[in-house]
């Protein structure tokens, strides 16, 4: 199993690689970026380390790499600057990633590959990329809540006293302010964490403020999320994999679950061989659904927002990012990310 990452030679991407090496899941490491030196010391010194945890190959690449590659994973991107907003990031990012698409199509990504979003506004970006990647659109995922999520369980063990290996909770919805924690299925050990000792309304409020501000709170101290994200990264690839079937709350394309369509954003995911195998919907309550919601309408506005900028795949317009050879057919006709479509995992 062949993972490339763009965008290997920064923080995010080389942080990726670490973990996947930590890992030992994946058989090959290639690490692509327009930094080449970047990317070449990191697979280096990873290079370094090898003998000492798993059978990998692990390379430094260029877009060639994209055709042998069975999980391509974007991190490319520009940073997030203090205060600013993920969504603010938005134009400066959107054309580099659609640019990076280009390049991935037009190497030859193969139509059995996965595509890993994570560069950031992730959801948009993971909508543009359903749209525009030329693979079924279970085969692209965003990262979307999954770093929020493990900052979240962390955060509550840390709070509660408890391991953060117990607590299951999830954050839904979009990867950005109007982020949804789940609480009312949370728990610590299996037990309802609504009533584990030390809960409180109040120590509730302040864990879900702390992760709303963890990924700013990182930025001012260390300049950006490194640790954290890698491991991330990893749960979502290994799952890919290993056909692990791992439940995360990727962002994948909605058609009518909790009520929302025609965006990506974090649910429930099955995830494993195929890619986004089952979008989950579980009972939550009215101001959680809401919330999801409240994302989805978020969401919709900025893509708005873009296809209004950038066009819609098969406006006369629109800058076409034309599919390889192995994904030409592959193309998801429009009705694809319709209302009433199928879910066909
Ligand atoms: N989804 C999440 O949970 C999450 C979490 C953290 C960061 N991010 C996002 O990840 C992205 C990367 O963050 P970072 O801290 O690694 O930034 P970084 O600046 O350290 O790394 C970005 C890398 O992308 C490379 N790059 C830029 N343009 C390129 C191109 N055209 N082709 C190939 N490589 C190119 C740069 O050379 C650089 O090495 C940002 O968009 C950030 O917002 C997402």
Request: include cysteine.
């Amino acid at each position: 199993m062949k993972v490339s990452i763009i965008g290997g030679g920064g923080l995010v991407g080389s942080s990726a690689a670490y973990a996947l090496q930590c890992g030992g899941a994946v058989s090959h490491l290639c690490l692509i970026d327009a930094n080449k030196d970047a990317a070449q010391g990191h697979a280096t010194e990873l290079l370094h380390g090898s003998c000492l945890t798993s059978d990998q190959r692990i390379t430094a690449g260029d877009m060639d790499d994209v055709p042998t590659s069975n999980i391509v994973v974007i991190t490319a991107g520009l940073r997030r600057k203090p205060d600013e907003s993920r969504l603010d990031l938005i134009n400066r990012n959107v054309n580099l990633f659609l640019s990076l698409l280009e390049q991935v199509t037009k190497a030859g990504l193969k139509e059995s590959s996965y595509l890993v979003v994570v560069s950031n506004p992730v959801d948009v970006l993971t909508y543009l990329a359903v749209q525009r990647a030329g693979l079924p659109w279970q085969r692209v995922l965003g990262l979307g809540t999954v770093l929020d999520t493990v900052r979240f369980r962390s955060y509550l063990g840390k709070a509660l006293h408890v391991p953060a290996t117990q607590v299951q909770a999830m954050i839904l919805g979009e990867h950005g302010d109007s982020m949804v924690p789940v609480w009312s299925s949370a728990t610590v050990a299996g037990l309802p964490l609504e009533q584990w000792p030390g809960y409180s309304p109040k120590v509730a409020n302040d864990v879900f403020d702390e992760t709303k501000k963890a990924g700013a709170t990182v930025i001012k101290l260390k300049g950006g999320s490194s640790f954290a994200v890698g491991l991330s990264i990893r749960e979502v690839v290994e799952s890919l994999a290993q056909d692990r079937r791992r439940v995360l709350p990727v962002s994948t394309l909605q058609q009518g679950l909790y009520g929302v369509r025609d965006v990506c954003l974090s649910v429930p995911t099955v995830v494993g061989c195929g890619g986004a195998r089952q979008q989950i919907e579980v009972p939550l309550t009215a101001k959680e659904r809401l919330g999801i919601q409240k994302s989805a309408q978020v969401l919709r506005e900025t893509i708005a927002q873009v296809e209004g900028r950038i066009g819609k795949p098969g406006d006369q317009s629109t800058p076409r990012i034309t599919p390889t050879a192995a994904a030409t057919g592959r193309a998801i006709p429009r009705t694809a990310w319709q209302a009433g479509v199928a879910v066909k995992p």
